[in-house]
């Protein structure tokens, strides 16, 4: 969890006033003209990607500096997480991350990196709704029916998963209902669905702008949205709650972070930038197009989230003995 300092300093960062913002603006002026990476710890094409690129088009526009996005979906996320954790004090790296990425390291045992202590949140940037969808050859309209159907044959039906927020989804699910599935690990939504497609896998909690054409076409079937209210895409379609199986539920919420070895004032001019690009009418057109969604969130709010997740997250990783795919 983060620490008191840790949370102070953040708050210190946006209440610098003047001063900070003079530091802030000669940070600026010092990284101008270097290009700026943004990593992304998934496959490129998906839903959480697009955010990525909207994002990172807009930053680029209000820090004056060109900022490119590299893909490194390897490792469960580690490999980019570390990667950002280690770069210079300069804050030109950054990392764009799921909500659910936070349990990485406590899904892969030993792996010996703390998210908390090592990097630095800069601000919530957006948000994908997930839904419950399934392969048309399923004898399943209803939550209720999939859970009946699966109770008839344990282990026999899977579960595509590749982000944790898919494997707590996942777990949820089978608490809930008294099922047993098996679970196919993939990198990301993208990879898993010609499989969910072909049948290979007959389900997935995953990003709804992932499924959504495949709904409407008729060759996957949506049984329920995890958000608390129903999709306006999909309005027809029941909450998990509705449906009777309120306790499945998943971070969605995506952010960016930086280095704790990166000063202050440029944490501060980063996260200004940031929340600048969360306001824009633009972004949010181009993000309600795809079933996504902006969602905003100061350096302090998103320090406190990621505390209370972190807490959830560690509760459910011991009841079910999740792992790392």
């Known amino acids: 969890m983060p620490s008191l300092l840790q949370i102070t300093l953040l708050a210190a960062c946006c209440l610098l006033g003047p001063a900070g913002q003079a530091h802030a603006t000669e940070a600026g002026a010092a990284n101008a003209g270097k290009a700026l990476r943004l990593l992304v710890p998934l496959p490129a094409g998906g839903p959480s990607d697009f955010i990525a690129r909207q994002a990172a088009q807009h930053l680029s526009e209000a820090l004056g500096q060109t900022v490119i996005v590299e893909n490194k979906p390897s490792g469960n996320g580690l490999l980019a997480a570390?990667?950002?954790a280690a770069?210079?004090?300069?804050?030109?790296t950054l990392l764009y991350a799921p909500g659910s990425m936070i349990a990485t390291p406590l899904l892969a045992k030993g792996s010996g990196f703390d998210w908390v202590q090592e990097l630095a949140p800069l601000g919530k940037i957006g948000r994908v709704p997930f839904g419950l969808a399934v392969h048309p050859a399923l004898p399943a309209t209803t939550v209720a029916e999939l859970a009946t159907h699966a109770r008839s044959q344990p282990g026999r039906l899977n579960v595509a998963t590749s982000t944790p927020s898919e494997i707590m989804a996942a777990a949820q699910f089978m608490q809930a209902a008294g099922v047993e599935l098996t679970r196919v690990p993939y990198r990301g939504a993208t990879q898993a669905l010609p499989d969910l497609l072909a049948g290979r896998v007959q389900l997935m909690f995953g990003p709804l702008a992932a499924l959504q054409a495949q709904v409407r076409a008729g060759a996957l079937r949506l049984l329920a949205v995890l958000g608390p209210e129903r999709s306006a895409a999909f309005p027809e379609v029941p909450t998990m709650r509705e449906a009777?199986?309120?306790?499945v539920a998943v971070p969605t919420w995506q952010a960016l972070y930086v280095s704790t070895r990166v000063a202050g004032t440029r944490q501060q001019q980063l996260a200004r930038a940031l929340a600048t690009v969360a306001a824009r009418a633009d972004m949010r057109a181009e993000l309600d197009k795809r079933l996504l969604a902006v969602e905003m969130g100061s350096p302090q709010e998103l320090a406190?989230?990621?505390?209370?997740?972190l807490g959830s997250w560690a509760a459910l990783i011991e009841a079910y003995k999740l792992t790392a795919d």
């Open 82 to 84: 570390r990667e950002v």
């Open 87 to 92: 770069a210079g004090p300069e804050g030109q």
């Open 304 to 309: 406190a989230t990621i505390a209370q997740d």
């Open 244 to 247: 009777g199986f309120a306790g």
